[in-house]
């Protein structure tokens, strides 16, 4: 039954590659046909196998009878593929900011003070916590195992003033803020706590998001570094390429460690989403927060296995009517996230 469908599939994909030129490059916007969905939907019924699925989106991608988002605009040009390998002398180090002492023990203080401490936040408690869950220690323990830079680059953490982390091109620091911290912590307590969840489990919440900005940094850090070199040069990154990176940076050093949940992501963005009015300096100011980055990112972390698809669908993460187009831009994008992952990993 399967074979015969595969078959029916790849004929189909055939007769309509040789007669539908016309009508998709006349088309002013491009549509995909509406029988490709059809391929999806075997998929998601295990009509067709993760394999075949796969096989089925490189083939109708490669012939550009379907395509991802239009809204792609990465280009990638390596002269030598040498240049970063030949350089790699730069590591990551985590530095708690220590411009001033607060509470009773000696804790590092904060990035830029132009005023007394926040009264909103404790950012000893922050600190102590940091410092017990190790979380950024080992992560530059990942990092540094498996990355190479042309220049070091610290993971500065305090407070800021502000509820922001961003790579600093200049102090060549990814700056994580004390202020931002806190405030993921809170909305997550003030939002879940009254629902059962612990302290702990809003903890690991707190966690993931966090894993989730740091990395999206760590992303725009590489890129950086490396469109510095003469010999590379990344053009027209845009935040969903810088998610895609991350993703793929991640799954790629850390083969053995689970990653950050996506569900706890999409708990962070439904908050974030529902906050009106943000009237203090916040990262979401400047950084995109709608379905479609979410449905990106996870549609990237279920990449073709259609039991975690499915899962997404099912907890309105993903669509149905996104899957084709957005597995076809997995596959567009594959090859340029190894071209930067060959460049910057040992």
């Known amino acids: 039954m399967i074979l015969g469908i595969s078959l029916l599939v790849i004929i189909s994909v055939l007769c309509v590659t040789i007669f539908s030129d016309n009508s998709i490059n006349a088309e002013s916007d491009y549509k995909a046909p509406i029988w ?11 009509t067709v196998t993760d394999l075949e699925f796969f096989e089925f989106i490189v083939f109708l991608t490669e012939k550009e009878i379907i395509k991802g988002s239009q809204n792609e605009t990465v280009e990638i040009r390596i002269l030598n593929s040498d240049s970063i390998l030949n350089s790699s002398r730069g590591e990551f180090t985590v530095h708690y900011m220590n411009i001033e002492d607060y509470g009773e023990g000696h804790y590092p203080g904060r990035i830029s003070p132009p ?33 190479k830079l042309s220049n070091d680059i610290k993971i500065g953490l305090g407070e800021c003033q502000e509820k922001k982390a961003f790579y600093n091109e200049n102090t060549k620091m990814i700056v994580i803020c004390y202020e931002l911290i806190f405030d993921i912590y809170d909305k997550l307590k003030e939002e879940f706590k ?22 999206h940094q760590i992303s725009h ?5 490396i469109s510095n ?26 083969k053995d460690k689970k990653q950050y949940s996506v569900e706890n992501i999409a708990l962070w963005f439904k908050i974030m989403q529902e906050t009106e009015n943000l ?10 927060l709608n379905l479609e980055r979410l449905s990106k990112i996870a549609c990237q972390d279920s990449a073709f296995n259609s039991d975690t698809t499915i899962n997404y669908i099912q907890k309105g993460i993903l669509t149905e009517q996104d899957i084709i187009e957005c597995k076809s831009e997995l596959v567009e994008q594959r090859q340029k996230l190894e071209k930067i992952s060959n460049q910057i990993l040992k």
């Open 229 to 254: 070199d003469k010999n590379v040069k990344i053009l027209n990154h845009d935040e969903y390429f810088v998610d895609a990176l991350s993703n793929h940076i991640k799954s790629l050093i850390q």
């Open 279 to 288: 009237r203090t300096s916040h990262m979401w100011d400047i950084h995109l």
């Open 36 to 46: 490709v969905n059809l391929i999806g939907d075997w998929w998601l019924n295990e």
């Open 221 to 225: 850090a590489i890129i950086e570094t």
């Open 115 to 147: 005023e007394p401490r926040g009264k909103d936040i404790e950012p000893e408690k922050i600190e102590v916590w940091l410092r017990q869950n190790q979380y950024f220690e080992k992560q530059i323990t990942y990092l540094n195992q498996h990355m």
């Open 194 to 215: 009254s629902k059962g969840f612990t302290e702990k489990e809003i903890s690991k919440i707190t966690l993931d998001v966090i894993d989730f900005i740091f990395y």
